[in-house]
C-alpha cells in the first residue's frame, strides 16, 4: 500500500445463531442492531467510530479456542460477569493477573472467549 493504513470496518463473529448472537452482544455492550441481511447482522459501530460488530451465519461450529478475542474494560470484573451471565455467558477461569486490576475470561453463548478486563 502507498501512504494509506487499512481501517478496520468490521469485526466479525462467525455463528450458528444470528439472533443469539446479537441479543448477547448488544445486550453486553450496549448496542443496538443496525442491519439484518439475511445470513448477516451488523450492530453498531464500537466506540461511536470504531469497527461495526458483525455476525455471519457459518455452518460449522467453534472447535478451538479463540485466535483472536474481546478484551472488555470494565469497572468491576465480577459485577461485569454477573450480567453477561444473565445473557448467557459461562465463566472459563477465575480472575487472573495482576491482584490489583484483574481479568477474567469468559464464553458467550456459542463458546466464544471475551475478557473482562479492570479499567486502569
Given at each position: 500500500?502507498?501512504?494509506?493504513?487499512?481501517?478496520?470496518?468490521?469485526?466479525?463473529?462467525?455463528?450458528?445463531?444470528?439472533?443469539?448472537?446479537a441479543a448477547?452482544?448488544?445486550?453486553?455492550?450496549?448496542?443496538?442492531?443496525?442491519?439484518?441481511?439475511?445470513?448477516?447482522?451488523?450492530?453498531?459501530?464500537?466506540?461511536?467510530?470504531?469497527?461495526?460488530?458483525?455476525?455471519?451465519?457459518?455452518?460449522?461450529?467453534?472447535?478451538?479456542?479463540n485466535?483472536?478475542?474481546?478484551?472488555?474494560?470494565?469497572?468491576?470484573?465480577?459485577?461485569?460477569?454477573?450480567?453477561?451471565?444473565?445473557?448467557?455467558?459461562?465463566a472459563?477461569?477465575?480472575?487472573?493477573?495482576?491482584?490489583?486490576?484483574?481479568?477474567?475470561?469468559?464464553?458467550d453463548p456459542?463458546?466464544?472467549?471475551?475478557?473482562?478486563?479492570?479499567?486502569?
Amino acid at each position: 500500500m502507498t501512504g494509506v493504513a487499512p481501517k478496520v470496518g468490521n469485526i466479525v463473529i462467525d455463528c450458528a445463531d444470528l439472533d443469539v448472537m446479537a441479543a448477547f452482544w448488544g445486550g453486553l455492550l450496549g448496542m443496538r442492531t443496525t442491519d439484518v441481511s439475511g445470513d448477516w447482522i451488523d450492530l453498531e459501530r464500537l466506540g461511536g467510530d470504531g469497527p461495526v460488530l458483525s455476525f455471519q451465519l457459518v455452518p460449522e461450529g467453534k472447535t478451538i479456542k479463540n485466535r483472536l478475542h474481546l478484551d472488555l474494560d470494565v469497572p468491576d470484573i465480577e459485577a461485569a460477569g454477573e450480567r453477561a451471565a444473565s445473557l448467557g455467558a459461562t465463566a472459563a477461569t477465575g480472575a487472573m493477573g495482576d491482584p490489583a486490576a484483574p481479568f477474567r475470561v469468559w464464553r458467550d453463548p456459542e463458546g466464544n472467549e471475551f475478557c473482562f478486563c479492570t479499567q486502569r
